[in-house]
């Protein structure tokens, strides 16, 4: 059976409901404290995992910075990788994700109760204008996370290239960093069937302002990808 499939069925009498309150809340989303939102659709994520057949294992919380205004750089394998985050993040977090996913059902409601920023790759003053309005964001207080291999990897336990632009909006904001490492990921919603499979989402040690401060983003990239790797490599 399709992994989606067996959520959708498992969660009939759950999920509908919980759909028709996030498209409430979407609809007049400034009306709703960022928590409540927040907290719903982590709800709804967990409900679907529960009936996933899938061990999500999660690894260095004590990480997560106790003060918001920070950005999560993490590597990207499947369409899980979201869904997980949702699931397990304990507070509000939005993330900036490819213009094409802004349309798609249950996600353009989550991007807008969580005040997400679309980027057109394709266009160069767009997407200035998006780490302009991240940074801003970050700045106020509230945290973000992006994917820089810009979209998924698509070669199962193996990492493509981290683009330096996407850590403009860090260095702009000079917030902290802290990078995050999916492992077995694509296995959930990327392959097909829904055998049991079990997913490992680790949260980093912090990297501080001082530490990357005369690095260029392509530096940067690279240190945050050596990062990641360093826990791929011990665990896969």
């Not at 499939?5 to 759950?14: D, P, Q, T, Y």
Request: charged content about 25%; glycine content about 4%; proline content about 5%.
């Amino acid at each position: 059976m399709n992994r989606i499939v067996r959520m959708a069925l498992l969660n009939i009498f759950k999920l509908p409901g919980m759909y028709r309150k996030l498209c409430k809340y979407a609809k007049n989303t400034e009306q709703y404290p960022e928590l409540e939102k927040w907290q719903h659709i982590s709800k709804m994520m967990q409900a679907a995992i529960a009936k996933s057949n899938v061990d999500l294992q999660v690894f260095g919380k004590e990480n997560i910075p106790q003060e918001n205004g920070y950005m999560i750089y993490s590597n990207h394998q499947g369409l899980f990788d979201v869904v997980a985050i949702a699931a397990d993040f304990p507070g509000p977090l939005a993330c900036v994700f490819k213009k094409e996913l802004e349309d798609k059902p249950l996600l353009k409601q989550i991007l807008i109760c969580t005040k997400s920023f679309a980027m057109d790759r394709e266009d160069v003053r767009q997407s200035l204008t998006v780490i302009k309005n991240v940074s801003e964001e970050v700045k106020s207080g509230r945290n973000y996370i992006i994917f820089p291999e810009g979209t998924r990897s698509k070669l199962g336990n193996t990492m493509v290239d981290f683009h330096g632009g996407s850590f403009k909006a860090a260095m702009k904001t000079k917030c902290p960093i802290m990078p995050m490492a999916f492992i077995n990921s694509f296995k959930v919603l990327d392959e097909k069937g829904s055998k049991p499979v079990t997913v490992q989402m680790h949260y980093l040690p912090v990297i501080p302002y001082e530490e990357y401060k005369d690095l260029s983003s392509v530096e940067l990239a690279a240190l945050v990808k050596s990062r990641i790797q360093e826990v791929m490599d011990k665990h896969v």
